[in-house]
C-alpha cells in the first residue's frame, strides 16, 4: 500500500507551538539582599524584637518622608505623616505579603495617610491626576468622594470623642506631647523648649504615643 505523508498546515503548526510567556527582569542583587534584609527584619519584629523596627524605620524613612514631601508642602506635617505611615505599617506587619517589596507597601500606606489629611484639611497641594514615580512601580491616585451625608456631624462627634478618650488614656509623658502637638497646633521647637526636652526626644514620644493610639482606636474606628 502506498504511504502517504501526513501534512501540517503552518496555521496547525503555530498551534502547536507553547503559549508565550512574559518574563520579567529578574531583581538586581542589591535589590534582592535588601529585600533578604527586610524580610529578616520583618519576622524579628513580628517576634517583638525592637531593634528591626528601629532599622527597619532608619532604613526607610528618608524615603517616606521625601515621598509626603512631594504632596504635603509642609515640613512639619510631613514629618507627622512619615510617622503615621511607620506607625500604621508597623501595627499591620503581620498582614504583610512577602511576594511584594516592603517599600512599595510603605509607599502606598504613606501615600493613602497623605491623600486622607489633603482630604480632611481640603488642600489642592498637588494634582491627583499626575501620578507618582516610585523605586518599582507608578501610582496615581483619587481623593475619597466628600458627598454630604446627614449623619456627618454626627460621625464626626463620636469619633472625637473615642480620639479624646484614648489620648486621656496615655501615659502623662505621651499624652502632653500629643496634646501640644494635635490640639495646640505647637510646632517640634515649643514643644521642645516648653518640656524642655531635645528635638529628638519630643519626636519618639510622639510617634510611641501614634502607636498607642492607633492600636487603640483602629478597632473602634472603623464602626464611624
Not at 515621598?67 to 506607625?87: G, M, S
Not at 511584594?100 to 489642592?124: E, G, P, Q
Not at 491616585?141 to 466628600?146: G, I, Q, R, S
Request: glycine share 2%; charged share 30%.
Amino acid at each position: 500500500m502506498p504511504q502517504h505523508k501526513t501534512t501540517t498546515s503552518k496555521h496547525a503548526r503555530k498551534k502547536l507551538r507553547p503559549p508565550h510567556t512574559i518574563h520579567h527582569p529578574p531583581l538586581s542583587e542589591q535589590k534582592l539582599e535588601s529585600r533578604k534584609e527586610d524580610s529578616n527584619l520583618i519576622h524579628a519584629a513580628l517576634r517583638g524584637e525592637q531593634y528591626a523596627y528601629k532599622k527597619l524605620l532608619r532604613k526607610y524613612h528618608d524615603q517616606i518622608f521625601h515621598l509626603i514631601a512631594r504632596i504635603i508642602h509642609n515640613r512639619e506635617q510631613v514629618e507627622d505623616l512619615t510617622q503615621e505611615a511607620f506607625v500604621k505599617a508597623f501595627a499591620s506587619l503581620k498582614n504583610f505579603n512577602e511576594e511584594y517589596a516592603f517599600s512599595t507597601w510603605l509607599y502606598k500606606i504613606a501615600t493613602n495617610s497623605s491623600i486622607d489629611y489633603i482630604r480632611k484639611k481640603k488642600l489642592d497641594t498637588f494634582s491627583i491626576d499626575k501620578p507618582i514615580a516610585m523605586d518599582e512601580s507608578e501610582y496615581s491616585y483619587e481623593l475619597p468622594d466628600t458627598t454630604y451625608q446627614p449623619d456627618k456631624r454626627i460621625i464626626q462627634h463620636e469619633r472625637s470623642k473615642l480620639i479624646e478618650e484614648a489620648i486621656n488614656g496615655l501615659p502623662e509623658k505621651y499624652k502632653r506631647v500629643i496634646i501640644l502637638r494635635h490640639t495646640e497646633e505647637r510646632d517640634y521647637a515649643e514643644i521642645a523648649k516648653l518640656l524642655k526636652l531635645p528635638i529628638g526626644t519630643v519626636k519618639a514620644h510622639i510617634f510611641r504615643a501614634r502607636e498607642l493610639l492607633y492600636k487603640s482606636l483602629r478597632d473602634k474606628i472603623t464602626h464611624y
